[in-house]
Every structure is written in C-alpha cells, then in structure tokens.
C-alpha cells in the first residue's frame, strides 16, 4: 500500500482529512508545539 493510499484510506474511514485530524488533536490539547516522538 502506497502512502497516498493509505492516507486516501484514513480520509475514507474517518470522514476528515489528515489537516483536520491534526487540528483536532491540537484544540483539544493531544499535540502540543514543543512535543516530541518521546513524550507520552
């Protein structure tokens, strides 16, 4: 599976493009600016 694919997958499941996940996530305090891949 492509990666193009895989993101067209996500859009079709979910109903949202990856711009809107991402805004989302951050509107409710999930992605923060000054995170990083080792913060949980």
Do not use: L
Not at 15 to 31: F, H, L, M, N, Y
Request: net charge positive; charged share 30%; no cysteine.
């Amino acid at each position: 599976m492509s990666f193009q694919k895989y993101i067209a997958n996500i859009t079709e499941k979910t109903g949202k493009t990856p711009e809107k996940i991402r805004k989302d996530a951050r509107s409710q305090g999930v992605i923060v600016e000054d995170m990083t891949a080792t913060v949980f």
